[in-house]
């Protein structure tokens, strides 16, 4: 197993838009990363994914960018960006970006150019097609809703965008395209930044037949006929080639239909693509036949076994991420935990599991105090495009709406989009003006200051485990064995090096439960309840034992 930063680092995902206010027009901004530098590096984390902070019409927020070289003003300058990236470094925290290039805004100049005739220059840049029998090329669906289509009036034809009409596609069949991408890269890599996080990444290089899929399901139609197109290695590989090798940074890819299977192929160390995969397969497990509004339980085998099999697929040639939840999914205490009765004890647990598990960790931003879902009785509450979608075509289709408002609480989006709770101010101290998306009431019993003053402090707790994690080169270099695949309730695995170790013990669950005895001659070094008890395992108590 070759050893490197990236293997080591403890990540942390900022959603710029929501992390902090620093002048008071309720959008979060990079001064106002800039004022929590303290509280970042305070925690122990020492790489930072920074959401999209790219010139955009904010049309899914930020992920449609229409100048990949400027910051859009609402973030803040180009100085402001340079002077956050310098004070990072100086605490030794690098930084990586958000590389959203399966598609760009409609109001890049790109696209701008492309529409206007079909012998621009730009014209290539993108995927433009004649409809069939009046309608859209083929049948594919977009991510969002609708037909994965919109017909261009001003040269009649289709141009594709997988997520919303203003997300055009780009075509990488295009090696000038490709070359400007690289050429980005290069721009702000050469500025210092330590690498990137590939937005679906698995979707650029496109089925060329464009043919119709024989089923009515998005996820099939995307793990089938978008996903892991024929040329995505060829492309990665010329990337590494042009751009990665050539500077000492790290790449995480992202995106729908990479299974354990093909997750190899993109991470191999020998491949010479990528770095390593956020695998989406957990977040979208619970996805029923009718997409992700259409929630079915998880148990706790399944998650195991998940981790089980990625584990074993990136073996010792790859590494995986070790992550539970992001921008675009539920809260992982009200997903995984249970954020009502156990909330302490349940957000620490699953800070053990993402800081003991062999992989590179990311915590998203709030985590640390374990902020959990938000449930906005209004529609009008609501930012997130996907759920706003969702919401008027159940109105349309006649649903029973307050029906449709409680998976919306359970999976929209905006569930990890509400503003960091600072404390108990109006707004929960995010910003000074009116948030771009109100605060989750939660607010008044969860916030940093509260947390702070707390003998059961979420904060500290990250804190401590950080700190053994780093301490330990075995957390990262270790093996992992699952110990009791079977059972219903507790996660037991191991993490060891030549006979010596630890082993973690998680009880997912509500009740209190017989510890399994062949740990009791381990030494507990570490639980998240004080009063822990020899022989029984508390609701949602984690604890380490080293061997
Ligand atoms: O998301 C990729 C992705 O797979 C989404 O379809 C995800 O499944 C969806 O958000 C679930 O509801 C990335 C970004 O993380 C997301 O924020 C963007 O909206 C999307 O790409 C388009 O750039
Ligand atoms: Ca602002």
């Not at 695998?279 to 509004?293: A, C, I």
Request: charged fraction near 30%; hydrophobic fraction near 35%.
């Amino acid at each position: 197993m070759n050893k490197i930063w990236w293997k080591e680092s403890i990540m942390y995902q900022i959603y710029p838009r929501s992390f902090k206010d620093s002048n008071g027009d309720g959008i979060g901004d990079i001064r106002g990363i800039i004022e929590k530098v303290d509280y970042i590096a305070g925690l122990g984390v020492d790489l930072i994914w920074l959401g999209p902070v790219y010139e955009s019409p904010n049309d899914d927020n930020g992920y449609d960018i229409s100048d990949y070289y400027k910051i859009h003003p609402e973030f803040g300058t180009m100085a402001d960006f340079k002077e956050l990236l310098t004070l990072l470094h100086d605490r030794g925290i690098r930084l990586i970006m958000d590389l959203v290039v399966n598609h760009s805004s409609d109001e890049h100049h790109w696209f701008e150019e492309a529409r206007k005739s079909k012998d621009n220059p730009y014209r290539d840049y993108y995927i433009w097609k004649e409809g069939k029998d009046g309608g859209p090329p083929n049948n594919w669906q977009a991510f969002f809703g609708g037909p994965a289509w919109h017909y261009d009036e001003a040269t009649e034809e289709w141009y594709h965008h997988l997520f919303t009409v203003k997300q055009p596609d780009l075509n990488w069949e295009n090696p000038k395209l490709r070359a400007e991408i690289y050429k980005m890269m290069q721009h702000w890599l050469d500025m210092g930044v330590d690498g990137f996080r590939m937005d679906v990444i698995s979707l650029i290089s496109k089925r060329l037949e464009y043919q119709d899929t024989p089923v009515d399901n998005l996820m099939y139609q995307v793990n089938n006929y978008n996903a892991n197109g024929p040329r995505i290695h060829e492309f990665l590989k010329e990337m590494n080639q042009e751009v990665l090798s050539k500077y000492d940074i790290m790449t995480v890819g992202e995106g729908p239909g990479i299974t354990k299977e093909l997750a190899h192929k993109y991470i191999g160390e020998s491949r010479k693509e990528l770095n390593m995969l956020f695998q989406l397969e957990l977040m979208f497990k619970d996805n029923g036949p009718g997409g992700k509004f259409d929630v079915q339980e998880v148990k706790l085998v399944d998650f195991k076994k998940l981790f089980r099999d990625w584990d074993a697929a990136v073996g010792t040639d790859g590494w995986n991420n070790i992550f539970l939840d992001n921008h675009d999914f539920p809260r992982m205490i009200s997903r995984f935990g249970n954020d009502r009765e156990y909330r302490y004890a349940s957000a620490t647990l699953l800070a053990t599991f993402l800081l003991t598990m062999r992989g590179t960790p990311c915590i998203y931003m709030g985590s640390e105090i374990g902020m959990g879902n938000v449930a906005f009785d209004n529609i009008d509450d609501y930012r997130d495009i996907e759920t706003l979608h969702y919401h008027s075509t159940s109105l349309d289709a006649g649903a029973d709406m307050d029906d449709v408002m409680r998976r919306i609480h359970i999976q929209g989006r905006d569930n990890v989009r509400t503003p960091i709770q600072w404390s108990d101010d109006e707004h929960a101290g995010f910003t000074t003006g009116a948030p771009w998306i109100k605060a989750n009431p939660e607010y008044h019993q969860v916030n940093v200051e509260k947390d702070k003053l707390s003998n059961r402090s979420i904060y500290a707790y990250y804190q401590e485990l950080i700190e053994l994690r780093k301490s330990d080169e075995l957390f990262v270099y270790g093996g992992f064995e699952d110990l009791m695949p079977d059972d219903p309730n507790i996660y037991c695995y191991k993490r060891s090096m030549d006979g010596t170790g630890y082993t973690i013990l998680l009880n997912f669950s509500d009740a209190e439960l017989v510890i399994p005895k062949e740990h009791k001659t381990e030494v507990l070094i570490k639980s998240n309840y004080q009063d822990a008890k020899d022989d029984k395992l508390k609701p949602w108590e984690s604890r380490i034992y080293k061997f």
